[in-house]
């Protein structure tokens, strides 16, 4: 069973951009989480969406959003760039049912380097 | 609200050593899980063990496994026969089970297995 994949695995951009990140779950999983671990910040919740809706969000600026789409795959934005979102951006899914979450497995991350 | 505190960041053992990590939490719900994660240099995160909190029993994995005190709020892990392999952050994490459907991590701690 493949696991969770994402894309790209490293980029690198300049202040002010704007960026994409991707992720595809497990099949099966309907939950996508999205998490930033910045370096001496740890692993920092940003986004969860279930079903095409965001069901919960970290305490992180509005310039972070997100989507996920039909297929439950799920895109990360992030506009206007700034040096200290430079982190590993790491995504998981899981299966939601009945209102309980079940684990969340992890996908290799994305290399997000600001310049 | 929930916080997790790994108190050790970095640990080191030799080869074929048993060690143990610890975790403790603090949350006001009652029904939650607890996990340990680890994180090897390829920065892939991997799920090591899952414990419902409703259960008394304490989880095994093949040569891991976990102290769970829960009026205590403490969450160990024990990693028995310790590999090379073994090397990595290991962060320990909670989630309850419905609601929020978020993980909060502690900050990790840095495991070298020395041959």
């Known amino acids: 069973e493949a696991g969770v994949t994402q894309s790209p695995t490293h980029l690198i951009k300049t202040r002010g951009q704007q960026v994409t990140l991707r992720c595809s779950p497990i099949s099966g999983h309907t939950s996508v989480y999205w998490y930033q671990q910045a370096l001496g910040l740890g692993l920092q919740f940003l986004l969860w969406?279930?079903?095409?809706?965001?069901?919960n969000r970290g305490n992180f600026p509005p310039r972070f959003s997100g989507r996920q789409f039909p297929n439950y795959s799920s895109e990360l934005n992030v506009n206007a760039l700034e040096l200290e979102d430079s982190a590993l951006y790491l995504c998981?899914?899981?299966?939601?049912?009945?209102?309980?979450?079940?684990?969340?497995?992890f996908g290799p991350g994305t290399r997000l380097l600001v310049l | 609200a929930q916080t997790v505190t790994q108190s050790q960041p970095e640990m080191s053992v030799q080869e074929a050593e048993t060690v143990t990590l610890s975790c403790t939490y603090d949350t006001s719900e009652s029904n939650y899980y607890l996990f340990w994660y680890k994180q090897p240099p390829s920065r892939q995160m991997i799920l090591v063990i899952r414990?419902?909190?409703?259960?008394?029993q304490n989880a095994t994995e093949n040569r891991f496994s976990v102290n769970f005190q829960k009026a205590a709020k403490s969450f160990s892990l024990k990693i028995s026969d310790s590999q090379l392999g073994d090397t990595a952050m290991y962060f320990c994490a909670s989630s309850i089970i419905q609601g929020a459907q978020k993980l909060v991590f502690g900050q990790g701690t840095r495991l070298t297995i020395n041959p």
């Open positions: 969406y279930d079903e095409g809706e965001e069901r």
């Open positions: 998981a899914s899981s299966a939601y049912r009945q209102g309980n979450q079940e684990t969340q497995y």
């Open positions: 414990q419902e909190a409703y259960k008394q």
